[in-house]
């Protein structure tokens, strides 16, 4: 060594390090680690070198670069030759071959990471060659952590699965609405598909029906008509016959509730009935005939229906009423207003043969009263005896009180039989009246009592604007009223 070259650096004395299985360490000193076998190395798989040197870092040397001679820095002007001695002479002295190029466990270096010993080379079942150089297997006492793997042949004991028990105070009992509730979910979402087929069926059938009602009426169109002209050809009532019939009916009933006193009884059937009660006629007086009553007995009217002059035929009017007092429609759908002949048809006609004689008699009086002034048409109904008892002695009863003036006499019904009394009459001011006449007559009209009760009194005006009292007597027209 020359003057001018620096003195090589001493090498560091080697670091005291610590082999498992050795209580002390002489400083200075490499101990001898034992190598692994072959077959272990082989256990442990291609695999564990790379990880050596991964588990290493970016700053570990490899085994080539670890013994690289020092650098020495040189001086101004001189170069530096490499040296080329081998590397187990640089230095003066000799250098030890590491645990890695014998193929033996690496000790660790200073400021190196540390690394896992490979303390089980054999594999263990299921676990890669890596992970099992990598997993060591810890020794007694030592916690266990991670899976559990057991080793090959190991008899697992399994336990069977007892009932759940549970916990005190965490049981909680459903309310009833909830149970059945979820009861019917569960019912509903069981039957669905049953349900969905019979709607599906039903539909079918739907379809079905139609389409076969629809074919028989156009087949049907023209076989239609013929039938309906048959059915009106034999006899057998069609729409134009109801219709007939059911506005005769409301014709009778309305007349009758005007017309009748709602104190009689009325006997009809039960769609005339319906009719009456309908127009306001008192239930109470209405007598159905049908099954509940054979015979209209104790009725003062009698509705006569086609139904019933079905139901009695002839005896309708030989026997019960032979006398109508209205009429309204015509053929079959005629409805007749008839008086119930209390002791017999005959004994009624013979009543009212001889009630006409007194009401002629009677009206033969009042014209010749200078006080009664009457117009023509209602003289010769004076003198025909067509005026009802009850309006004559009401006439007679004004003209002892003064003048009295008689426009006409009506209220006939439609269609009444001759020789049925008028029950109407229409009063107007005699000359020299006072004011107010007509309405002191209606007053004392008001007051009486039945049978001179009226059943309508009021004021009208004529077309010629002359102010009238018209004055009606409910009908029937009681008979042999003034004959004693």
């Not at 490499?82 to 002479?89: C, G, T």
């Not at 909830?178 to 069981?190: I, S």
């Not at 003289?379 to 309006?391: F, I, N, S, W």
Request: net charge positive.
């Amino acid at each position: 060594m020359t003057g001018s070259q620096a003195p090589p650096p001493k090498p560091p004395d080697p670091l005291p390090r610590r082999v498992p299985g050795s209580s002390r360490l002489m400083p200075g000193k490499r101990p001898e680690v034992p190598r692994p076998r072959p077959s272990e190395v082989r256990a442990a798989g291609p695999d564990a070198r790379p990880a050596d040197k991964q588990a290493a870092g970016p700053g570990a040397q490899s085994p080539d670069t670890q013994t690289a001679a020092p650098h020495v820095r040189p001086q101004d002007g001189q170069a530096v030759k490499p040296d080329a001695r081998p590397p187990d002479e640089r230095n003066g002295q000799a250098v030890q071959p590491t645990d890695e190029q014998h193929g033996g466990p690496e000790i660790p270096r200073p400021g190196a990471p540390a690394r896992h010993a490979i303390d089980d080379p054999v594999p263990r079942p299921g676990v890669p060659a890596r992970r099992a150089a990598e997993d060591p297997v810890p020794r007694p006492g030592d916690p266990v952590t991670g899976p559990v793997v057991p080793p090959p042949g190991t008899q697992v004991e399994r336990q069977a699965a007892g009932p759940v028990v549970p916990r005190p105070g965490t049981e909680v009992t459903p309310s009833w609405p909830r149970v059945v509730g979820t009861t019917v979910a569960l019912w509903v979402a069981r039957r669905r598909t049953l349900w969905r087929a019979i709607a599906v069926l039903v539909v079918v059938l739907v379809v079905f029906a139609a389409g076969g009602l629809t074919v028989a009426l156009l087949r049907n169109t023209g076989s239609g008509s013929a039938a309906r002209g048959g059915n009106a050809a034999s006899g057998t009532p069609g729409l134009a016959q109801v219709q007939a019939a059911a506005a005769a009916r409301q014709q009778a009933a309305a007349w009758v509730t005007a017309q009748v006193s709602h104190s009689a009884v009325v006997s009809c059937d039960p769609a005339m009935c319906a009719a009456l009660e309908a127009r306001g006629f008192p239930s109470g007086d209405l007598l159905t005939l049908g099954s509940a009553a054979s015979d209209p007995l104790g009725s003062a009217v009698i509705m006569a229906t086609a139904a019933v002059r079905s139901e009695f035929g002839n005896r309708l009017t030989s026997v019960y009423a032979p006398t109508v007092i209205a009429s309204f429609g015509s053929g079959s759908a005629r409805v007749d207003v008839r008086v119930y002949a209390a002791g017999g048809a005959a004994a009624y006609l013979a009543a009212l043969q001889a009630d006409q004689a007194v009401r002629k008699h009677l009206g033969s009086v009042l014209l010749h009263n200078s006080r009664v002034s009457v117009t023509p048409a209602a003289r010769a109904q004076l003198a025909a005896g067509q005026v009802d008892t009850r309006l004559l002695a009401m006439i007679a009863t004004l003209s002892a009180q003064g003048p009295v003036s008689v426009v006409a006499f009506g209220d006939a019904g439609p269609g009444a039989s001759a020789g049925v009394p008028l029950r109407g009459v229409e009063l107007a001011s005699p000359p020299g009246a006072k004011d107010g006449y007509l309405s002191s007559v209606l007053a004392l009209l008001r007051a009486q009592q039945a049978p001179y009760l009226a059943n309508s009194a009021t004021l009208a005006r004529l077309a010629d604007g002359r102010q009238v009292a018209r004055i009606e007597f409910a009908a029937p027209s009681p008979l042999g009223l003034l004959s004693g």
